[in-house]
């Protein structure tokens, strides 16, 4: 069931991650082309934040910033891994792989690679505070508009 809550988390984390999203393109290669990179990302955030933040919000303070944290991680586990496995489409166009497992490992192991890009002093506080304050907003909301 729709709630102000799911809206105000999915708004919420998108910011966080249109965000985190600039932050990450200036530590890439300067040759990278990021097509949609930020789109996909704000969209994947749209949906943690609808799925996960959502119908976990209402149940107070100290578990509103555990709901923000939870959907944080959330949102870069499955941004790297959708990146990681647009990168590897890319590489498998140029048959760099010998067979669908090998390709399938280089998701992982592409978003292991882009983790260790992403993994800086900066990128990880805007992620802890951001994530730490979407818990508190999406909290207020659930409490503020039943």
Known sequence: MPTAAHLVASVALAL?????SGQIMPLMPESTDFGYFTHVNVGLALVAGWKVMGPRAGRGFVPGINNGLTGMAVLVIWA????????????AKRNIYDGPFEALAAIFTLA???????????VLVTLVVGGTLVGLVTEFASKRWK
């Open 80 to 91: 790297l891994i959708i990146q990681g496995a647009v990168e590897m489409f890319r590489l």
């Open 16 to 20: 966080l991650a249109f965000v985190v």
């Open 112 to 122: 292991l690679e882009y983790f260790f890009v992403m993994a800086v002093p900066t």
